[in-house]
């Protein structure tokens, strides 16, 4: 049709009234005249449509062509099944730590039979490695090193079948980011690691990047310092959690112990929680008066994965 070569932008039903007017015995009516066009452009029918798709798709695409990603798959830690109880200590600021708060936390693991720990972040201080100022009295990184494996090792000691979690604090971190910053020529060298400079292979505990989850059943863990900013804030760290996650979480990092729990419009319980510390309670950098305290979680776990949490303070040598 040369009326579609002459005109070939001309909308559908502009040109139907144009070949009507030009052809009255042709195109008795505008909707004739419109069918015709619609025919001789494809877009006539299902079958019209097909052949339309299909001369549009005949090419496909060749990711191959694409450029490199370096997107990451976080997949979260989940411990094994078959565990039950597990027993969640952070905020060790090892050698900062506090031996009673510890031994509380540790009896309450041995007692009620946990066959999971998660060290929740921040076993480490690593004063020495933080970019604020450093105070020379305090203790080295090499004697700080020496403190956790000893931990380490008794913490393996008194729980030889437990799988043993170690997930990634902010101060855990200062290691990898000190040598990112002074040491980029064996920053990816798995020798100069904190898994190998602990030697955490050996004792079969699993170290779980800051940048994912750790799962005890259906509850999400993690240090917290990626979803709560600061140990300062907010004033209802567990709230805080909630807001940042809209999921029941458990979190350390702020030293405090907290809860928050709230009802979804189809009737579902969310609740979040921070832990208590196990650490000094009044460091160089807050000496005076803060939400610090000393704690430790519990969790009870089912076959399913549901879970009860209970979420203990420590006062004066005495679990609440």
Known sequence: MEYLTKYPETPSLTLARKLKLDFPLLFPSLDAARSAVRYQRGTH??????????????????????????????????IPASCRNVLIISDLHI????????????????????????????????HHLSRFQKDPHKRKTKQEFEAAREFLIYLREMFPAAHIVWNEGNHDARYTNWLASHALEIFDDAYY???????????????????????????SISHGHNIVRGIFAPVNAARG???????????????????????RLSKEIITTWSTGCLCELNPDYDPFVNKASHGYAFVTLDAKGNYSVRNYRIYNGVRL
């Open 45 to 78: 029918g299902e079958i019209n449509r097909k052949r339309i798709k299909n001369k549009m798709n005949h090419k496909t695409i060749d990711p191959n062509r694409l450029p490199k990603s370096y997107t990451v798959d976080r997949k979260p830690h989940r």
């Open 95 to 126: 050698p900062y730590h506090n031996k009673k708060a510890i031994e509380i936390a540790l009896n309450d693991g041995l007692q009620n039979n946990a066959d999971c720990i998660i060290i929740n972040g921040d076993l480490l201080d690593f």
């Open 193 to 219: 690691s904190l898994s190998e400079r602990l030697g955490l292979q050996d004792l079969a505990i699993h170290f779980v990047s800051q940048h994912v989850l750790t799962y005890a059943g259906k509850l």
């Open 241 to 263: 959690v909630f807001l940042k996650t809209k999921e029941s979480h458990l979190i350390g990092h702020t030293h405090s112990v907290s809860e928050h729990t709230e009802k």
